[in-house]
C-alpha cells in the first residue's frame, strides 16, 4: 500500500497531476480543494493516499490533509459510490462543509455536486450520519440551522455557494434568519 509521497510535482492537469518521486512519475488524482492549493511545478510536495486496485487498473488518489483521505475511504465504503465521485464529493465539498451537511441533513447540499442524484444523497447522508460525526468542527444545533437556513436562501436566491459563504463569514454567530438573509444581502450587494 501506498500512503504517503513526497516529490517533486511535475504536472497540473486537473484532476491528475504527476509527482516525480527518486525518478518514478506517479499519476494521483486529486480533488480540486487539494489542487488548488497545490505549488507551482517543480516545488517539492507531500500528499497522503489511497491506492485503489482494480481488475483492469491500479489507481493512485492525493490528498492535502488525512482528515481528506479518511472522508474518501468513508465515501467509498458507501455502496454505488466509486472513486470518482468519492473524489466529486470531496471536490465540490470541504471536509468540515460535508459533515456540517451531513450533520444537519442537507441533501440539497449534496444534489449540488455533479453526479450525485437526491437518492443518492439521501443514502450518503444517512451511511455517513455516524461516520462523519467527529470529522467537522460541530456547531451549536440551533446556531448551525439558522446558518444552514441563511446559506440556503442565499442559494436559492443565485449566489454562489463561494459568495454565499463569503457573505456568511462576516455575519454575528447569533443572527436570526431573516437578520442574516439582510445582512448578507447587504454584503453581497456592495461587492
Request: positive net charge; glycine residues 8%; without cysteine.
Amino acid at each position: 500500500m501506498i500512503g504517503r509521497l513526497t516529490g517533486t510535482l511535475v504536472e497540473k492537469n486537473p484532476p491528475q497531476i504527476t509527482l516525480d518521486v527518486a525518478g518514478v512519475g506517479y499519476e494521483i488524482d486529486v480533488p480540486m480543494s487539494t489542487f488548488y492549493n497545490l505549488p507551482a511545478t517543480g516545488e517539492k510536495v507531500t500528499l497522503h493516499t489511497h491506492l485503489l486496485v482494480r481488475e483492469d487498473a491500479h489507481l493512485l488518489f492525493g490528498f492535502a490533509s488525512d482528515a481528506e483521505r479518511v472522508a474518501f475511504r468513508q465515501l467509498l465504503k458507501i455502496s454505488g459510490i466509486g472513486a470518482r465521485t468519492a473524489l466529486a464529493v470531496l471536490s465540490g465539498l470541504s471536509v468540515a462543509e460535508l459533515s456540517q451537511a451531513v450533520a444537519a441533513r442537507e441533501a440539497g447540499r449534496l444534489t449540488r455536486i455533479p453526479g450525485i442524484g437526491k437518492k443518492t444523497a439521501e443514502r450518503l447522508l444517512l451511511e455517513l450520519r455516524d461516520k462523519m460525526a467527529g470529522a467537522g468542527a460541530a456547531a451549536p444545533a440551533a446556531a448551525h440551522t439558522s446558518a444552514s437556513d441563511i446559506l440556503n436562501a442565499l442559494l436559492a436566491l443565485g449566489y454562489s455557494e463561494r459568495e454565499a459563504q463569503a457573505a456568511m463569514k462576516q455575519l454575528p454567530a447569533d443572527a436570526s434568519v431573516s437578520d442574516g438573509i439582510r445582512q448578507a444581502l447587504k454584503s453581497l450587494s456592495k461587492a
